[in-house]
């Protein structure tokens, strides 16, 4: 484009094959370090950009909050085995976060890592919640403002099936679970093709 407009403002076409030839070095030089133009880079950075690439696209469009699962029962961490094996009885679930009075997020608690001390009665007030959770790596939390692309990239990494989300001061928010996940961006790309 730049080439033509040359063209048209200096009225000649006598420096076409020059200006042809720095428009396509330069454009092959620049190419490798900069994939967006000008115009697309503020975009690109914010992670507002929708490019051809439909994944990427999907994964930008789709509201990580709508994904989050909150029926999880969470437990103090100054309780006992018996606060979680209580737990346990009124739970649907496996899993149960470990939350202090502020609500911040310490650990987890996984029922098949406690099963052997579950049936063992005489442990229930020896031992503490503290000493039965496990602690998460950051890896494995996602903050609820970040994008759903974010929270993909994480479940790569930590090769976890349930990610912890949390607020930005690292409250317990709820859980974001893999299955789920994908499962809606399924349905997300399905309704997107037959509009």
Known sequence: MG????AEITGGYALMAPLLITATVTYICVQPFEKHSIYARKLAKKGDLLTHNKDASAWQLMDLNKL???NFTPVHP???????V???KHSKRN?????DDQGKFLGLIVMDDIRQQMFDTTLYDTLTIRELMQTFPDSA???SGESLAEAVKRFKLSNRYNLIVVDDAGHYIGFLSRANTFSAYRRFVL?????
Do not use: K, N, Y
């Not at 309780?79 to 979680?84: A, C, I, K, S």
């Open 141 to 143: 939390l996602v903050h």
């Open 191 to 195: 309704e997107s093709s037959e509009e």
């Open 95 to 99: 899993l149960f976060p470990v939350v």
């Open 68 to 70: 989050i699962e909150t």
């Open 3 to 6: 080439v033509f407009l040359i």
């Open 86 to 88: 209580e737990a346990i």
């Open 78 to 84: 100054e309780g006992h085995l018996r606060d979680v």
